[in-house]
């Protein structure tokens, strides 16, 4: 079996000009080599893609594949991660991880919680903000936590993310408005523990994978994981494994979240806990990092006795699986 790889290259668009930040999402020139090898050691054949353009190139001129290994993060507008899924929906091509609606409402995490919120899995407030105006019309409880609506990696998250009255509310709106050139989530401070759990498989046998405590050295930091403590992670956290009534409560909560998303073959959710000490979701993603020793995926999966290959090898089974029982196309 012939399988593609599609991805960003973050050397690539480096090259190009962008920033460190804007790149954030994209993954490194180990990360395809890794994902290749493995990909190779499990006996298929790779080809690699690479980006959306390129793809479009190798379509036009008739290449095809049995199997595309998308974890393209896309580089433009709201949806961008649905971008290559939703063009390999209409080439027939089969593909690991979510369809293009799923990549589109998980990204937009205002979406994603208000869909959540009619499952019962999402019971604390948040809102939108769009104008700065709409700021002085509701009645907020502090602390707050603001985040732009469509990001990633951390982006846009940073200690002064923690809001604790309405100036310091108006000043990140600002900030972030600027930024990111989009609205604004406002949710409650969550002051406790925080997990990021991996779910794996489809429908009724998706399941707990594995989980990881994260805990922020800074205190400086107010425990916020965001965009500078992940790119310093090998020292600015500690990562643990933890077994008790919170943790298995939160990954009760993150199956319940990938299930009614409908994610397919395998994800990542990040839980926190409030004051009370009560699991809430934070975010999901659904084409988690596959660094083999950065990623917290692969952490998880290691951790867990799982080797690099072998979880490769599990999500391919997956997306096989999958297709098969859809009767889309047989891929092996």
Not at 7 to 32: H, K, P, V, W
Not at 246 to 260: D, H, P
Request: net charge negative; hydrophobic share 40%; charged share 25%.
């Amino acid at each position: 079996m012939k399988i593609g790889l599609t991805y960003d290259l973050r050397s690539e668009y480096l090259a190009q000009g962008y920033g460190e930040e804007e790149t954030a999402e994209f993954d490194r020139n180990d990360t395809i080599d890794a994902l290749e090898d493995a990909i190779r050691s499990l006996g298929y054949q790779t080809f690699r893609i690479g980006s959306i353009k390129n793809l479009i190139h190798e379509l036009d001129v008739g290449n095809s594949w049995d199997l595309v290994f998308n974890i393209c993060e896309g580089f433009q507008g709201t949806a961008r991660e649905s971008q290559v899924p939703a063009l390999l929906d209409a080439f027939g091509i089969p593909y690991t991880f979510s369809d293009p609606l799923v990549l589109a409402l998980t990204l937009d995490k205002y979406a994603c919680k208000s869909y959540l919120t009619k499952f019962g899995i999402i019971k604390q407030d948040f809102v939108l903000l769009q104008k700065e105006e709409q700021i002085g019309k509701h009645k907020f409880t502090y602390p707050l936590f603001v985040k732009p609506v469509a990001e990633g990696t951390g982006k846009g998250i940073w200690a002064d993310s923690k809001i604790d009255n309405e100036a310091e509310l108006l000043k990140q709106f600002r900030i972030l408005a600027e930024k990111f050139k989009q609205p604004v989530l406002v949710e409650e401070f969550l002051s406790g523990r925080e997990f990021t759990i991996a779910v794996i498989g489809n429908g009724e046998n998706a399941r707990i994978l594995g989980s990881m405590e994260i805990v922020v050295k800074d205190t400086q930091q107010n425990g916020i994981y965001g965009y500078e403590t992940k790119e310093k992670c090998e020292t600015e956290i500690i990562y643990k494994t933890a077994n008790d009534n919170l943790v298995n409560e939160a990954e009760k909560l993150a199956l319940q979240a990938y299930k009614a998303l409908n994610c397919r073959d395998v994800g990542r959710i990040d839980i926190r806990a409030s004051s009370s000490g009560t699991p809430e979701f934070i975010e999901i993603n659904p084409i988690p990092g596959l660094h083999p020793f950065h990623s917290d995926l692969p952490m998880i999966a290691t951790r867990q006795g799982i080797s690099y290959p072998e979880l490769i090898n599990q999500i391919i089974q997956a997306t096989i699986s999958r297709y098969h029982k859809l009767f889309y196309r047989k891929v092996v």
